[in-house]
């Protein structure tokens, strides 16, 4: 149990189709991130919201990609528009500033949800 | 862009051994983490260890960091084939408030 829920676990779409994932940590965190993780790679960041505010985005995210977090506590990851290339598994890492030594981000990472586009 | 990349990309061993993986990165850093992903799931902390620290020690792991080289090491002792797993690197990320990962090293351990 990583404290993290991520759903669906894996989702087959079409090319074109609009996907949404959500991610709903158990406990209170204030910050969340986004990653994505190709086969045989490791995760790269997305974006991160403090609260319910985001406060940063990767270059690796582009105008198709939206995410939220209403409430400062489940969020989610919506792609439009979807193309063979964002196949891969998007994770929801929750954390707490100040987690950790020297006040160091540690993640702790959900299950992930698995696209995989026609 | 990933900044640690770890070596070697694959390490297949038995149950008993000792098994070694290193990470080098590309700029100062204030401390660096090791992660463990099981296939199909999603990636845990396993131990970190700050720039003014050489070793730690967590358990079977024990890990070295060597600022001057930049470079660090995971040793994994006595391995177990619950051990088998992908273990990443990961570093603060230049201009965001998050951790980078390298492309990891799959580690097999075989009974």
């Known amino acids: 149990d990583t404290g993290v829920s991520q759903n669906p676990r894996h989702k087959i779409t079409k090319r074109g189709q609009n996907v949404t994932f959500r991610c709903d940590p158990i406990?209170?965190?204030?910050?969340l991130y986004w990653y994505r993780q190709t086969l045989g790679q490791g995760p790269e960041f997305l974006t991160y919201?403090?609260?319910?505010?985001?406060?940063?985005k990767s270059r690796l995210l582009s105008d198709r990609f939206s995410a939220e977090r209403p409430k400062g506590s489940f969020s989610t990851l919506e792609i439009q528009r979807t193309e063979q290339g964002d196949s891969a598994m998007y994770l929801c890492?929750?954390?707490?500033?100040?987690?950790?030594?020297?006040?160091?981000?540690?993640?702790?990472f959900g299950a992930g949800s698995r696209l995989t586009v026609l | 862009s990933q900044q640690g990349e770890e070596d070697p990309q694959a390490l297949s061993i038995q149950e008993g051994e000792n098994a070694t993986m290193n990470c080098s990165y590309k700029?100062?850093?204030?401390?660096l983490q090791w992660y463990r992903q099981n296939s199909g799931r999603g990636l845990v902390h396993l131990i970190l260890?700050?720039?003014?620290?050489r070793e730690k020690h967590s358990g079977r792991l024990r890990v070295t960091l060597d600022t001057s080289k930049k470079s660090s090491s995971l040793l994994i002792t006595a391995s177990r084939a619950a051990d088998t797993a992908s273990y990443f690197c990961?570093?603060?990320?230049?201009?965001?408030?998050?951790?980078?990962f390298g492309k990891g090293t799959m580690l097999l351990v075989s009974p």
């Open positions: 890492a929750p954390g707490v500033r100040g987690t950790g030594e020297s006040g160091a981000n540690v993640l702790t």
């Open positions: 406990s209170e965190h204030n910050r």
């Open positions: 919201f403090q609260n319910e505010a985001q406060l940063e």
């Open positions: 700029t100062s850093i204030n401390n």
């Open positions: 260890i700050r720039s003014n620290e």
């Open positions: 990961a570093t603060p990320y230049s201009g965001y408030s998050t951790l980078t």
